[in-house]
C-alpha cells in the first residue's frame, strides 16, 4: 500500500531560527495535507494542497505540494515555543476504496526560549 | 460551536473489562474514523465509517469494536480481547471518505 516517510522524525532548534520538514513517498498523492498536534490534543489541519506545484501560506507556515507529486514540504519562519507539538502530512490513500488518509510518522518539533 | 467532541478526557479500565469511548460531532460528516496513538508514533486506524449503519475495519481492529447507529456518534468499545489498550484513542470526521479529517480532543485509556 502507499506510504509516506516524514523527516526528520525530531528537531531541537532555538526560538526565531526557521524550520523545514518534508514529507515523501513512492507513489502518488493528488492531495496533501498537513497537521498539527499539540501535546495531549488532536491534530489540528494547518494547510492543505490540491495542486502540485501549489504553494500556500498560513502565517509563519509555508507549504508546497511537490512538483512530482510524491513530496511536499511545510515550512516555520521565526519559530516562537507555541510551535512545539508534532508535525504529520496525510494523503488520501487511493489504493482502498474505502477511502483512507494515510499519514506519516510525524516530525516531532522542540523549541528552546 | 460545530465540532467533534470526546469523552471522556481519561479513562481507566480494570483487566478484563470492556470500556466505551464516546465520539459525537455536529458537523454533518458521513464519515468518521478512530485512530490508535502510542507514545512517540503516528496514527493507526482501527474503524472507519463512511455512512451509517456501516463500518470497515482499519489496520488495526482486532480487539476493538464499533457502531453507527447514528450519523452523529460512532462509539469504540475496547474489549478485554485487546491485551494492550493503554493508548491516546483520537476520532476524526470527514465531509465523505477521503476528504480531510477534523480530529476531536482525544482520549487516553489506562489500564489499572
Known amino acids: 500500500g502507499q506510504q509516506l516517510n516524514q523527516s526528520p522524525q525530531s528537531m531541537f532548534i532555538q526560538e526565531g531560527e526557521d524550520v523545514s520538514m518534508n514529507c515523501t513517498s513512492s507513489s502518488i498523492f493528488n492531495t496533501w495535507l498537513w497537521y498539527k498536534q499539540d501535546p495531549g490534543e488532536g491534530p489540528v489541519l494547518l494547510i492543505a494542497l490540491y495542486k502540485a506545484g501549489e504553494l500556500t501560506s498560513n502565517g509563519r507556515l509555508t507549504a508546497q505540494f511537490g512538483i512530482t507529486r510524491k513530496d511536499s514540504f511545510l515550512n516555520i519562519s521565526a519559530s516562537i515555543p507555541s510551535d512545539v507539538g508534532i508535525y504529520f502530512c496525510?494523503?488520501?490513500?487511493?489504493?482502498?476504496?474505502?477511502?483512507?488518509?494515510?499519514f506519516g510518522q510525524g516530525t516531532e518539533l522542540s523549541v528552546k526560549p | 460551536d460545530g465540532g467533534i467532541t470526546q469523552s471522556p478526557k481519561y479513562l481507566f479500565r480494570k483487566e478484563g473489562q470492556n470500556v466505551t469511548l464516546s465520539c459525537e460531532q455536529n458537523?454533518?460528516?458521513?464519515?468518521m474514523y478512530w485512530y490508535r496513538q502510542d507514545p512517540g508514533q503516528g496514527l493507526r486506524l482501527i474503524y472507519y465509517?463512511?455512512?451509517?449503519?456501516?463500518?470497515q475495519k482499519g489496520d488495526i481492529a482486532e480487539g476493538y469494536s464499533v457502531s453507527r447507529e447514528k450519523k452523529e456518534s460512532f462509539p469504540l468499545t475496547v474489549t478485554s480481547a485487546q491485551k494492550n489498550p493503554t493508548a491516546f484513542y483520537l476520532c476524526?470526521?470527514?465531509?465523505?471518505?477521503?476528504?480531510?479529517?477534523?480530529f476531536g480532543p482525544g482520549t487516553r485509556l489506562l489500564v489499572l
Open positions: 465509517s463512511q455512512i451509517v449503519n456501516d463500518f
Open positions: 496525510a494523503g488520501p490513500d487511493f489504493y482502498n476504496q474505502g477511502g483512507k488518509l494515510i
Open positions: 458537523l454533518n460528516h458521513d464519515a
Open positions: 476524526a470526521s470527514s465531509i465523505g471518505a477521503r476528504e480531510t479529517q477534523y
